[in-house]
């Protein structure tokens, strides 16, 4: 799951939400010394992603996209199922999708000063385009798949993503509606 998911299954706590959004940003020696309440943030990231990296559904969603998009596909069903959870939002939410982006923009800016120089530079361009609203368009995820594409070394087919993503669009929305009711639910009981 990507920065969508994460922010959703964080529920209302503070320290949650900023944990989880730090949880792709900080390594190692930068986890020392955190606040419990962002460290629990970061668990919560971590239980996510292994519980999401593990799951058969996610796995079919994977295989079914792996020709076409070779072994940069597991980052590739991380942002489609951010684009299904915006595009299905209000199944999931009663808040609109655009107040909901606003107001973790804001939190974020609010707390500028916990984030490190790569979560603060994400944070602006997420701004700029207004990524966690996008997501559920065609044309915001392809703007996430270049970002991605420009920031790595080398060519890694995510160009190609949208299209492979609409041309198997019923199997992967059948597999991110029966997967994320469970992750919900993980996230439920891994909270208790």
Do not use: C
């Amino acid at each position: 799951m990507n920065f969508l998911a994460h922010f959703y299954l964080s529920g209302e706590d503070e320290g949650l939400i900023l944990g989880n959004y730090l949880g792709d940003f900080l390594r190692g020696s930068e986890l020392k010394n955190l606040p419990e309440p962002i460290f629990r943030g970061i668990e919560l990231h971590r239980a996510i992603d292994e519980f999401t990296d593990a799951h058969e559904l996610v796995k079919n969603s994977q295989n079914t996209l792996r020709e076409g998009l070779g072994r940069y596909v597991p980052v590739a069903v991380d942002v489609i199922y951010d684009h299904f959870l915006a595009a299905m939002w209000k199944d999931y939410s009663k808040e609109k999708l655009q107040d909901f982006a606003y107001k973790k923009y804001q939190f974020l800016e609010k707390n500028k000063a916990q984030l490190n120089e790569r979560a603060l530079g994400f944070l602006k361009y997420m701004q700029r385009y207004n990524i966690l609203f996008n997501y559920q368009f065609d044309e915001g995820i392809r703007k996430v798949f270049d970002g991605l594409n420009h920031r790595a070394r080398f060519d890694t087919q995510l160009r190609d993503a949208v299209y492979e993503m609409n041309h198997h669009r019923s199997l992967l929305e059948a597999d991110f509606r029966s997967f994320f009711p469970e992750l919900i639910e993980h996230v439920r009981h891994y909270q208790e």
